[in-house]
């Protein structure tokens, strides 16, 4: 069925650099939606990205979408420790029968900031 | 008040044993779903109910059997627990079932220990 791709597996950074998660897809997405675990907790749903080459912000955090909608980015500005977490992506991927398809999740990039 | 809701937290039992665990969203959506997260925070669906009924049935072994007996509560039986059942089971919920763009709502995890 068809994946969702995600890299990079793990990033370390220094309090105050910049962080980028990238999500790949060899088809074309109708939608993809990013989700933000932090350590011990639950997924929680960050935001949903439709329109090809959509560009969203949420303060220090900018997502996009790609051209082709077949890729998308999330880019933290100036991570702060509050950033900690692993950010996922899903999209619709593999279909389960009839007309309905579930999301499929990207492995997810573990992002961790030393202050 | 909890929007997803699950029980138990925590899970510690032995191999060969039976076990379940109860989920409840008080949201007013339609859509329930299990999601095993193991060691690696890889997530991935395994059940999910539109409106108590079975839409997603990943391969999955028949030892879970989930149970939806109203559109707010979802449950999830495991018998003869393994080692590799050792995972974060989580719950979650979306206001519809529509091609894999729906936002998930998850629970706070169970996390299963099989000794």
């Known amino acids: 069925g068809q994946q969702v791709m995600q890299i990079p597996q793990y990033q370390h950074v220094q309090e105050g650099e910049d962080f980028t998660t990238y999500c790949n897809s060899s088809?074309?997405?109708?939608?993809i939606q990013w989700y933000k675990q932090r350590p011990g907790g639950h997924p929680v749903f960050l935001i949903q990205?439709?329109?090809?080459?959509e560009v969203k912000k949420q303060k220090r955090l900018t997502f996009q979408f790609g051209e082709a909608k077949k890729n998308s980015s999330l880019h933290i500005t100036a991570t702060q420790t509050t950033d900690v977490g692993t950010y996922f992506c899903?999209?619709?991927?593999?279909?389960?029968?009839?007309?309905?398809?579930?999301?499929?999740f990207g492995k997810g990039t573990l992002l961790t900031v030393n202050p | 008040d909890t929007a997803v809701s699950q029980t138990p937290k925590y899970l510690v039992t032995q191999m060969g044993n039976d076990k379940s665990i109860k989920c409840e969203q008080n949201?007013?959506?339609?859509?329930m779903y299990w999601y095993k997260q193991d060691s690696k925070k890889f997530l991935k669906i395994m059940f999910s109910?539109?409106?108590?009924?079975?839409?997603i049935n990943e391969t999955v072994p028949n030892r879970f059997s989930p149970k939806s007996p109203d559109k707010a509560h979802l449950n999830l039986h495991i018998n003869s627990l393994e080692l590799g059942d050792s995972a974060v089971y989580f719950c979650?919920?979306?206001?519809?079932?529509?091609?894999?763009?729906?936002?998930?709502?998850f629970g706070p995890g169970t996390r299963l220990t099989v000794l």
């Open positions: 949201l007013g959506h339609d859509t």
């Open positions: 979650a919920s979306s206001q519809t079932y529509q091609r894999g763009q729906d936002t998930q709502y």
């Open positions: 899903a999209g619709p991927g593999g279909y389960s029968g009839g007309s309905n398809y579930k999301l499929t």
């Open positions: 088809t074309t997405l109708s939608n």
């Open positions: 990205l439709v329109k090809s080459g």
């Open positions: 109910y539109n409106n108590k009924e079975l839409i």
